[in-house]
C-alpha cells in the first residue's frame, strides 16, 4: 500500500525541526479548527472548490484579499488580482467589502459591488473564489472596543513640556 503524502512522516530538518509544506500546515489549521468546534466569532467560510471547507478567521479591523503574499488573505487564482479587495470592520461593528479597481470584481449575493455592507449569511465572490460570511451573534452585538485619543494629548503636551523646558535652560545665563 503506498503512503500518501498526508500519511508520511514529516520530514525532519536540522536538529530534528520538522518541515512543513503551506498545505500540511493549512490543512492541521483547518483541522484544529474543525476539532475545536468553535467558530471564528467573523470569518470566511470557504465555498468554492479550492478553498471548500477552509475557514478563514477576519481577526483585524481592515484586511486585504489578493493574489499577492501581502495580502491578509492571499488566494493563488489567477481571477484574484494582486490587491483584490478590502474587508473593514467600522465602528458600529458592521463589516463592508469594496473592490479595489479589480478586473474580475468583488460579487455579494451575485450582485458586483464597489463596496458593500456584509451580512451573516452573505456569499462573497472574489474573482472566481466563493466564500460566505459568518458572524457569531455574540460578535454582531458588540462592537470593537473604541481606542481612546487622550494617549496622543499626553504625548503632544510631554514633547511640549520637554521643549519647553530645553529652551528655558539654553536661554539661562
Known amino acids: 500500500m503506498a503512503q500518501t503524502p498526508q500519511d508520511a512522516e514529516p520530514r525532519r530538518g536540522p536538529q530534528g525541526t ?46 486585504l484579499i489578493g493574489r499577492a503574499s501581502h495580502c491578509d488573505l492571499s488566494l493563488d ?14 465602528d458600529d461593528g458592521a463589516w463592508y467589502v469594496a473592490n479595489l479597481l ?19 449569511g452573505d456569499h462573497l465572490r472574489i474573482g472566481r473564489i466563493d466564500f460566505v460570511f459568518e ?8 462592537p ?14 510631554s514633547v511640549l513640556v520637554l521643549a519647553g523646558g530645553i529652551l528655558a535652560w539654553w536661554l539661562m545665563p
Open 18 to 63: 520538522q518541515i512543513f509544506s503551506r498545505d500540511d500546515l493549512d490543512r492541521m489549521i483547518a483541522e484544529a479548527a474543525t476539532r475545536s468546534g468553535l467558530p471564528a466569532p467573523v470569518a470566511l467560510r470557504g465555498a468554492s472548490e479550492t478553498v471548500a471547507g477552509r475557514v478563514f478567521g477576519l481577526d483585524k479591523a481592515r484586511m
Open 77 to 90: 487564482e489567477p481571477s484574484v488580482s494582486r490587491e483584490h479587495a478590502r474587508l473593514t470592520r467600522e
Open 102 to 120: 479589480s478586473s474580475n470584481g468583488t460579487f455579494v449575493n451575485g450582485k458586483r459591488v464597489s463596496r458593500s455592507a456584509l451580512q451573516p
Open 135 to 142: 458572524m457569531s451573534a455574540e460578535s454582531a452585538e458588540r
Open 144 to 157: 470593537p472596543a473604541k481606542r481612546s485619543g487622550a494617549w496622543r494629548w499626553g504625548v503632544l503636551v
